[in-house]
């Protein structure tokens, strides 16, 4: 069973950075098609950024600029980061990190901003930026 978990939440001030991690225990020893979201309370879920797995990136309007999408291969399981710099109160949300479905049939160039490209998800985690 393919398992997304995330860390590298909390509480920062406006200004500061965070780094989200997500472990996925799947698409051993190679990139994956995988993407962040974020949910604000009362809002829809929306597409922060993608990755492609020929390393092809895809930035919401709102982040470019401040975030940056990366992936690391290992043996066991690959990580799939967020470095996140000059956080603003409007970046606050529970963030998700997702992967595409062993059907996908996305390899390369620009992979859309949309929920319903990916199959798996993790749990969420909170961001909380205080200006």
């Known amino acids: 069973q393919v398992q997304l978990v995330e860390s590298g939440g909390g509480s920062v001030q406006a200004g500061g950075s965070l780094r989200l991690s997500c472990k996925v225990s799947a698409y051993k020893y190679s990139r994956f098609c995988g993407g962040w979201f974020r949910q604000a309370p009362g809002k829809e879920r929306e597409g922060v950024a993608t990755i492609n797995r020929d390393g092809t990136t895809n930035y919401a309007d709102s982040v470019k600029g401040r975030f940056t999408i990366s992936q690391d291969t290992a043996e066991n399981e690959n990580t799939q980061y967020l470095q996140m710099n000059s956080l603003q109160p409007e970046d606050t949300a529970m963030y998700y990190c997702?992967?595409?479905?062993?059907?996908?049939?996305?390899?390369?160039?620009?992979?859309?901003?949309?929920?319903?490209?990916?199959?798996?998800w993790g749990q969420g985690i909170q961001v909380t930026v205080s200006s």
């Open positions: 997702a992967a595409v479905g062993p059907g996908s049939t996305l390899y390369w160039g620009t992979v859309p901003l949309q929920t319903r490209l990916f199959y798996y």
